[in-house]
């Protein structure tokens, strides 16, 4: 990476490497033999990210009517499972245009508009017990037991439904002991629940949210113990999202300034978390790399150039001496960075995207 971030036209500049994400998917692939696996698009669903996972999963789960098109246009043979609350009719129908494979059922009056004939999972809010998750999917999200038994209801009384099995995306941010005890809480509720309703050969769609540790990069979710240890029947899928992308995105910028204002060093960067917002919504510092220069360090806090305290990359971490024109990949951004960032406040430029493939390096305009 590090050759290439050096060498970009302009900064700053995502930079995404396409063969080693396609390393990382093959290897997740390969350690869910019996699993079905998609890949969460809100993630990123970038086209190009898009095209090199997809020789290697079953799917992709969308969560609205813009992802859904944007899905189906960038891949026209792909599974689709559509999720989210607060599908509209419009983008109900969409689903039935658009050959979606699933629809994951947030209420009954999403039922109800439902046309053709489809396949469905019903989306369970479960009082599971989830500790240690970095969120977790209560609230608004799928439906009680007393919603569920109506949805089945209702279902049992039309031809064009067919209920395929329960989906349960409950928490993220778990570790592999904790997603596996997490799914097995689901299956015992889901599958006397599915096999009282009739339902043969049930699927269980048990979410993503598999742990990224943005504290420590090398921390990565165990797939290979989580996928000996998921049973292959009945029929599992997955979800994931974060895990996937995260670690093959990086977000290249340089220094403007540098100072230091009543005992605190401020590294100005070019840009700012209107392009990089997960540091602000996760809360942590984002981890990097200094591409330029090496020295003792001293703690230095890393903002951009916005004018909000809260643009704040990562507080009092250690840097060498930095200068402007010095250069900074912040790591990790592949996943719920660019795409979850409000892009127009203050009108700045907006960053280039580089991807490196197998050939070098090839950018596309700015968007
Ligand atoms: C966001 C989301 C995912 C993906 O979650 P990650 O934490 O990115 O793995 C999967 N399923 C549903 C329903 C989601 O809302």
Same mark, same amino acid.
């Given at each position: 990476m590090n050759e290439y971030a050096l060498n970009?036209?302009?900064?700053?500049a995502y930079l995404y490497d396409l063969p080693e994400l396609e390393a990382h998917i093959r290897a997740v692939r390969a350690a869910l033999p019996d699993t079905e696996l998609f890949y969460a698009a809100k993630a990123n669903p970038d086209a190009e990210i898009l095209r090199t996972l997809a020789p290697h999963v079953d799917g992709i789960e969308v969560s609205s009517g813009g992802e859904l098109a944007h899905v189906r246009e960038t891949l026209p043979d792909i599974r689709i499972a559509f999720g989210g609350p607060g599908k509209t009719p419009d983008e109900l129908h969409l689903a039935q245009t658009l050959n979606v494979d699933r629809i994951h059922m947030e209420s009954p009056r999403e039922l109800s508009h439902i046309a053709g004939p489809a396949s469905v999972l019903l989306r369970a809010n479960l009082p599971l017990n989830t500790p240690?998750?970095? /969120?977790?999917? =209560?609230?608004?999200f799928g439906m009680d037991e007393d919603a569920l038994n109506e949805c089945a209801r209702r279902i049992a009384e039309?031809?064009?439904?067919?209920?395929?099995g329960v989906h349960a995306h409950l928490a993220?941010?778990?570790?592999a002991p904790a997603m596996l005890d997490l799914a097995g809480q689901i299956a015992d509720w889901a599958l006397p629940w599915l096999e009282a309703q009739g339902v043969d050969d049930p699927e269980l769609n048990i979410g993503g949210g598999m742990a990224v540790d943005y504290a420590d990069p090398?921390?990565?979710?165990d797939w290979a113990d989580y996928g000996q240890k /998921?049973?292959? =029947?009945?029929?599992i899928r997955i979800e994931p999202g974060r895990a996937i992308?995260?670690?093959?995105g990086w977000y290249v910028t340089d220094v403007l300034d540098v100072k230091t204002t009543r005992g605190e060093t401020y590294v100005i960067l070019r840009g700012g978390t209107h392009h990089l917002r997960t540091p602000v919504t996760k809360g942590h510092n984002q981890p990097f790399k200094v591409l330029t220069t090496t020295g003792p360090e001293s703690p230095a806090t890393l903002v951009g150039?916005?004018?909000?305290?809260?643009?704040?990359?990562?507080?009092n971490v250690p840097v060498p001496p930095l200068a402007p024109g010095d250069i900074i990949a912040f790591t990790m951004?592949?996943?719920?960075a660019w795409n979850i960032?409000?892009?127009?406040?203050?009108?700045h430029p907006k960053p280039d995207f580089h991807y490196l493939t197998g050939e070098g390096c090839h950018t596309s305009a700015r968007t």
């Open positions: 970009l036209a302009g900064y700053p240690n998750a970095a /969120l977790t999917m =209560s609230g608004p039309t031809t064009h439904i067919d209920l395929r993220s941010g778990l570790d090398d921390a990565l979710f /998921l049973p292959a =029947s009945p029929t992308t995260a670690y093959h150039q916005l004018c909000t305290p809260k643009d704040v990359f990562a507080r951004a592949g996943a719920y960032s409000h892009h127009d406040f203050l009108m």
